[in-house]
Protein backbone atom coordinates (compact mmCIF):
# COMPACT_ATOMS: atom_id res chain seq x y z
CA UNK A 1 0.00 0.00 0.00
CA UNK A 2 0.85 3.27 -1.04
CA UNK A 3 2.12 5.67 1.83
CA UNK A 4 2.62 9.37 2.22
CA UNK A 5 5.94 10.10 1.89
CA UNK A 6 6.28 12.55 5.39
CA UNK A 7 5.90 8.86 6.38
CA UNK A 8 8.58 7.43 4.89
CA UNK A 9 11.12 9.95 5.08
CA UNK A 10 11.79 11.36 9.21
CA UNK A 11 14.84 13.26 9.75
CA UNK A 12 14.39 12.82 13.36
CA UNK A 13 14.64 8.90 13.38
CA UNK A 14 17.68 8.68 10.92
CA UNK A 15 19.52 11.25 8.32
CA UNK A 16 20.56 8.72 6.23
CA UNK A 17 18.13 7.35 2.98
CA UNK A 18 19.42 5.07 0.34
CA UNK A 19 16.13 6.05 -2.99
CA UNK A 20 16.49 4.57 -5.77
CA UNK A 21 14.31 6.28 -9.64
CA UNK A 22 13.50 3.63 -12.64
CA UNK A 23 12.23 4.94 -16.04
CA UNK A 24 8.97 3.73 -17.10
CA UNK A 25 8.21 0.89 -19.19
CA UNK A 26 11.05 0.29 -21.54
CA UNK A 27 12.43 4.42 -21.40
CA UNK A 28 16.36 4.38 -21.48
CA UNK A 29 18.12 6.48 -18.89
CA UNK A 30 21.70 5.78 -20.08
CA UNK A 31 23.20 2.56 -22.25
CA UNK A 32 22.32 1.19 -25.18
CA UNK A 33 19.13 0.03 -26.80
CA UNK A 34 20.14 -3.26 -28.31
CA UNK A 35 16.30 -2.91 -29.94
CA UNK A 36 16.95 0.36 -31.17
CA UNK A 37 20.66 1.03 -31.88
CA UNK A 38 20.22 4.09 -29.65
CA UNK A 39 22.72 4.54 -27.67
CA UNK A 40 22.20 6.80 -24.48
CA UNK A 41 25.29 6.27 -22.54
CA UNK A 42 25.86 10.42 -22.18
CA UNK A 43 22.75 10.90 -20.33
CA UNK A 44 24.81 9.44 -17.00
CA UNK A 45 27.18 12.50 -17.02
CA UNK A 46 23.73 14.49 -16.91
CA UNK A 47 23.08 12.47 -13.32
CA UNK A 48 26.02 13.24 -11.93
CA UNK A 49 26.18 17.01 -13.19
CA UNK A 50 22.99 17.39 -11.51
CA UNK A 51 23.67 15.63 -8.69
CA UNK A 52 26.35 18.01 -7.91
CA UNK A 53 24.44 21.19 -8.54
CA UNK A 54 22.25 19.76 -6.01
CA UNK A 55 24.53 19.30 -3.72
CA UNK A 56 25.70 23.13 -3.89
CA UNK A 57 22.07 24.01 -3.10
CA UNK A 58 20.44 21.61 -1.22
CA UNK A 59 21.28 21.07 2.73
CA UNK A 60 21.68 17.34 1.45
CA UNK A 61 24.62 15.60 1.04
CA UNK A 62 25.48 12.32 -1.62
CA UNK A 63 27.62 9.53 0.10
CA UNK A 64 26.99 7.28 -2.47
CA UNK A 65 25.89 6.60 -6.19
CA UNK A 66 25.82 4.59 -9.10
CA UNK A 67 23.82 4.89 -12.30
CA UNK A 68 22.73 2.11 -14.32
CA UNK A 69 20.88 1.82 -17.90
CA UNK A 70 17.25 2.57 -16.80
CA UNK A 71 17.59 3.56 -12.90
CA UNK A 72 20.16 5.02 -10.61
CA UNK A 73 20.82 4.59 -6.98
CA UNK A 74 22.12 7.91 -4.38
CA UNK A 75 22.43 7.28 -0.96
CA UNK A 76 21.89 10.93 0.87
CA UNK A 77 22.36 12.75 4.10
CA UNK A 78 20.13 15.55 5.60
CA UNK A 79 22.35 18.19 7.05
CA UNK A 80 20.23 19.94 8.86
CA UNK A 81 22.73 21.66 11.15
CA UNK A 82 24.31 24.53 8.90
CA UNK A 83 20.77 24.97 6.88
CA UNK A 84 19.37 26.01 10.17
CA UNK A 85 22.21 28.40 10.56
CA UNK A 86 21.68 30.55 6.58
CA UNK A 87 20.82 33.77 6.49
CA UNK A 88 17.44 34.77 4.72
CA UNK A 89 19.28 36.22 1.88
CA UNK A 90 21.38 33.07 1.56
CA UNK A 91 18.04 30.52 1.54
CA UNK A 92 16.79 33.17 -1.08
CA UNK A 93 19.54 33.13 -3.36
CA UNK A 94 20.00 29.52 -3.21
CA UNK A 95 16.20 28.67 -3.85
CA UNK A 96 15.49 31.37 -6.70
CA UNK A 97 19.00 29.46 -8.50
CA UNK A 98 16.27 26.70 -9.36
CA UNK A 99 13.14 28.07 -9.03
CA UNK A 100 12.41 32.17 -9.56
CA UNK A 101 10.15 32.37 -6.83
CA UNK A 102 7.07 34.51 -6.30
CA UNK A 103 7.22 38.46 -7.09
CA UNK A 104 7.93 39.41 -3.91
CA UNK A 105 10.94 37.33 -3.33
CA UNK A 106 12.19 38.67 -6.36
CA UNK A 107 11.74 42.74 -5.62
CA UNK A 108 13.79 41.60 -2.33
CA UNK A 109 16.27 40.12 -4.34
CA UNK A 110 16.77 43.71 -6.47
CA UNK A 111 17.06 45.66 -3.43
CA UNK A 112 13.23 47.13 -3.84
CA UNK A 113 12.35 49.19 -0.85
CA UNK A 114 9.47 46.43 1.22
CA UNK A 115 7.08 47.43 3.97
CA UNK A 116 7.28 45.82 6.97
CA UNK A 117 4.73 43.85 6.29
CA UNK A 118 6.19 42.83 3.05
CA UNK A 119 9.55 41.86 5.16
CA UNK A 120 7.26 39.79 7.37
CA UNK A 121 5.73 37.54 3.90
CA UNK A 122 9.04 37.30 2.89
CA UNK A 123 10.49 35.67 5.60
CA UNK A 124 7.63 33.15 5.72
CA UNK A 125 8.83 32.39 2.50
CA UNK A 126 12.26 32.05 3.89
CA UNK A 127 11.30 29.25 6.29
CA UNK A 128 9.24 27.11 4.11
CA UNK A 129 12.73 27.41 1.32
CA UNK A 130 14.65 26.49 4.26
CA UNK A 131 12.62 23.44 4.75
CA UNK A 132 12.36 22.23 1.47
CA UNK A 133 16.10 22.58 1.05
CA UNK A 134 16.77 20.38 3.73
CA UNK A 135 13.68 18.10 2.36
CA UNK A 136 14.81 14.94 0.13
CA UNK A 137 11.92 14.89 -1.58
CA UNK A 138 12.57 18.14 -2.91
CA UNK A 139 15.98 17.24 -3.65
CA UNK A 140 14.96 13.79 -5.93
CA UNK A 141 12.10 16.33 -7.80
CA UNK A 142 14.78 18.73 -8.64
CA UNK A 143 17.07 15.81 -9.78
CA UNK A 144 14.18 13.78 -11.59
CA UNK A 145 12.15 16.49 -13.33
CA UNK A 146 15.60 18.04 -14.81
CA UNK A 147 16.29 14.90 -15.88
CA UNK A 148 12.94 13.70 -17.66
CA UNK A 149 12.73 16.97 -19.34
CA UNK A 150 16.27 16.40 -20.76
CA UNK A 151 15.57 13.06 -21.78
CA UNK A 152 11.99 14.28 -23.46
CA UNK A 153 13.27 16.71 -25.22
CA UNK A 154 16.44 14.95 -26.69
CA UNK A 155 13.50 11.93 -27.66
CA UNK A 156 11.63 14.61 -28.72
CA UNK A 157 8.16 13.24 -26.69
CA UNK A 158 6.21 13.88 -23.68
CA UNK A 159 4.55 12.22 -20.96
CA UNK A 160 6.05 10.60 -18.00
CA UNK A 161 9.61 9.51 -18.09
CA UNK A 162 9.69 7.58 -14.78
CA UNK A 163 7.80 4.86 -13.43
CA UNK A 164 6.46 6.44 -10.52
CA UNK A 165 7.87 8.43 -7.29
CA UNK A 166 11.09 7.51 -6.14
CA UNK A 167 11.31 4.55 -3.30
CA UNK A 168 13.40 5.25 -0.54
CA UNK A 169 14.49 2.98 2.66
CA UNK A 170 15.44 4.39 5.77
CA UNK A 171 19.04 3.42 6.66
CA UNK A 172 18.60 3.47 10.73
CA UNK A 173 22.35 2.97 12.18
CA UNK A 174 25.81 3.01 10.41
CA UNK A 175 25.83 -0.78 9.74
CA UNK A 176 22.74 -0.56 7.32
CA UNK A 177 24.23 3.06 5.95
CA UNK A 178 27.39 0.81 5.28
CA UNK A 179 25.71 -2.19 3.70
CA UNK A 180 23.84 0.27 1.32
CA UNK A 181 26.61 2.28 0.35
CA UNK A 182 28.57 -0.73 -0.71
CA UNK A 183 25.52 -2.64 -2.03
CA UNK A 184 25.10 0.95 -4.44
CA UNK A 185 28.76 1.23 -5.31
CA UNK A 186 28.98 -2.50 -6.02
CA UNK A 187 25.86 -2.32 -8.73
CA UNK A 188 27.58 -2.12 -11.78
CA UNK A 189 30.04 -5.19 -11.17
CA UNK A 190 26.71 -7.54 -10.09
CA UNK A 191 25.70 -6.32 -13.42
CA UNK A 192 28.49 -7.75 -15.36
CA UNK A 193 28.97 -3.82 -16.15
CA UNK A 194 32.73 -3.35 -14.43
CA UNK A 195 35.21 -5.55 -13.78
CA UNK A 196 36.30 -3.89 -10.34
CA UNK A 197 34.84 -1.37 -8.64
CA UNK A 198 37.49 1.59 -9.70
CA UNK A 199 36.41 0.53 -13.48
CA UNK A 200 32.93 0.91 -12.75
CA UNK A 201 31.84 4.26 -14.49
CA UNK A 202 29.74 7.32 -13.01
CA UNK A 203 29.71 5.13 -9.36
CA UNK A 204 31.17 6.94 -6.06
CA UNK A 205 33.45 4.43 -5.93
CA UNK A 206 35.13 5.45 -8.86
CA UNK A 207 34.74 8.85 -8.25
CA UNK A 208 36.78 8.14 -4.62
CA UNK A 209 39.45 5.68 -5.85
CA UNK A 210 40.21 8.48 -9.04
CA UNK A 211 40.69 11.35 -5.97
CA UNK A 212 43.07 8.83 -3.99
CA UNK A 213 45.08 8.31 -7.27
CA UNK A 214 45.44 12.35 -7.37
CA UNK A 215 45.54 13.33 -3.96
CA UNK A 216 46.07 10.78 -1.09
CA UNK A 217 43.09 9.52 0.95
CA UNK A 218 43.75 12.93 2.88
CA UNK A 219 41.93 15.18 0.25
CA UNK A 220 38.42 13.12 -0.75
CA UNK A 221 35.94 14.55 -3.74
CA UNK A 222 33.81 17.87 -2.67
CA UNK A 223 30.69 17.38 -3.52
CA UNK A 224 30.38 13.66 -1.62
CA UNK A 225 30.38 13.14 1.96
CA UNK A 226 33.57 12.66 3.51
CA UNK A 227 34.88 9.81 5.42
CA UNK A 228 36.46 9.91 8.99
CA UNK A 229 39.86 10.35 8.92
CA UNK A 230 41.51 7.84 11.35
CA UNK A 231 41.61 8.83 14.88
CA UNK A 232 38.76 11.52 13.77
CA UNK A 233 35.78 11.95 15.61
CA UNK A 234 33.20 13.66 13.73
CA UNK A 235 29.43 14.24 13.07
CA UNK A 236 30.39 16.17 9.80
CA UNK A 237 32.04 12.79 8.13
CA UNK A 238 30.61 9.47 7.50
CA UNK A 239 31.64 7.02 10.62
CA UNK A 240 34.30 4.73 8.95
CA UNK A 241 37.16 5.45 7.41
CA UNK A 242 38.05 5.63 4.08
CA UNK A 243 40.66 2.95 3.70
CA UNK A 244 38.09 0.29 5.64
CA UNK A 245 34.99 1.32 3.43
CA UNK A 246 37.60 0.54 0.02
CA UNK A 247 39.14 -2.31 1.37
CA UNK A 248 35.57 -3.81 2.49
CA UNK A 249 34.04 -3.11 -1.03
CA UNK A 250 37.09 -4.62 -2.63
CA UNK A 251 36.66 -7.76 -0.77
CA UNK A 252 33.14 -7.69 -1.29
CA UNK A 253 32.95 -7.61 -5.48
CA UNK A 254 35.98 -10.19 -5.80
CA UNK A 255 33.62 -12.42 -2.87
CA UNK A 256 30.21 -12.04 -5.16
CA UNK A 257 30.75 -14.68 -7.43
CA UNK A 258 28.81 -17.75 -8.64
CA UNK A 259 31.49 -19.88 -7.67
CA UNK A 260 31.85 -18.34 -4.48
CA UNK A 261 28.77 -18.02 -2.59
CA UNK A 262 27.93 -18.90 0.87
CA UNK A 263 32.59 -18.90 0.77
CA UNK A 264 33.98 -16.31 3.05
CA UNK A 265 37.65 -15.45 2.42
CA UNK A 266 40.09 -15.85 4.72
CA UNK A 267 40.79 -11.87 5.08
CA UNK A 268 37.64 -11.00 6.05
CA UNK A 269 37.77 -6.97 6.53
CA UNK A 270 37.69 -5.99 10.00
CA UNK A 271 34.89 -3.73 9.59
CA UNK A 272 32.13 -6.10 9.30
CA UNK A 273 33.63 -7.47 12.71
CA UNK A 274 33.40 -4.03 14.46
CA UNK A 275 29.99 -3.22 13.37
CA UNK A 276 28.59 -6.83 14.28
CA UNK A 277 27.95 -8.11 10.69
CA UNK A 278 27.45 -11.52 9.65
CA UNK A 279 29.82 -12.11 6.81
CA UNK A 280 27.56 -15.02 4.94
CA UNK A 281 24.52 -12.52 5.33
CA UNK A 282 26.88 -9.74 3.94
CA UNK A 283 27.55 -11.41 0.97
CA UNK A 284 24.04 -13.08 -0.03
CA UNK A 285 22.60 -9.17 0.28
CA UNK A 286 25.48 -7.80 -1.88
CA UNK A 287 24.82 -11.27 -4.63
CA UNK A 288 21.30 -11.10 -4.49
CA UNK A 289 20.16 -7.38 -4.32
CA UNK A 290 17.73 -5.56 -2.54
CA UNK A 291 16.90 -7.53 0.37
CA UNK A 292 14.83 -4.86 2.17
CA UNK A 293 11.97 -2.63 1.93
CA UNK A 294 11.33 0.83 3.68
CA UNK A 295 13.72 0.69 6.24
CA UNK A 296 17.64 -1.04 7.16
CA UNK A 297 18.64 -1.13 10.48
CA UNK A 298 19.46 -3.80 13.23
CA UNK A 299 16.41 -5.12 14.51
CA UNK A 300 15.52 -3.06 17.97
CA UNK A 301 16.02 0.04 15.55
CA UNK A 302 13.43 -1.38 13.17
CA UNK A 303 11.35 -2.04 15.86
CA UNK A 304 11.40 0.90 17.09
CA UNK A 305 11.18 2.77 13.53
CA UNK A 306 8.40 0.41 12.71
CA UNK A 307 6.11 1.80 15.98
CA UNK A 308 7.09 5.36 15.03
CA UNK A 309 5.84 5.12 11.86
CA UNK A 310 2.83 3.35 13.13
CA UNK A 311 3.22 -0.12 12.35
CA UNK A 312 3.92 -3.72 14.41
CA UNK A 313 6.04 -4.91 11.66
CA UNK A 314 8.45 -3.69 9.20
CA UNK A 315 9.21 -5.72 5.73
CA UNK A 316 13.14 -7.17 6.42
CA UNK A 317 13.04 -7.71 9.83
CA UNK A 318 14.05 -11.49 10.04
CA UNK A 319 16.91 -10.98 7.42
CA UNK A 320 18.47 -7.82 9.27
CA UNK A 321 17.94 -10.32 12.73
CA UNK A 322 20.14 -12.45 10.63
CA UNK A 323 22.75 -9.60 8.75
CA UNK A 324 23.37 -7.48 12.04
CA UNK A 325 24.19 -9.49 15.02
CA UNK A 326 23.42 -7.69 18.70
CA UNK A 327 25.56 -5.60 20.40
Request: charged content about 25%; glycine content about 4%; overall charge positive.
Amino acid sequence: MTQARSNLIDADSTPYYHCIARCVRRAWLCGEDHLTGKNYEHRRQWVVDRLEQLVEIFAIEVCAYAVMSNHYHVVLHINKAPAKAWSRDEVLVRWTSLFSGPLLVQRYLAKDRLSEAELNRVDEYVETYRSRLMDISWFMRCLNEHLAREANREDGCKGRFWEGRFKSQALLDEAALLTCMAYVDLNPVRAKLAETPESSDFTSIQQRSRQISKTGESKQPATLKPFRMQGQKTDLALPYTLYDYLELVDWSGRAVRLDKRGAIASDLPPVLERLGINPDEWLQTMHQGNRFCRAVGRLAVMKAYALKTGRQWVQGMSICSRLYRLN
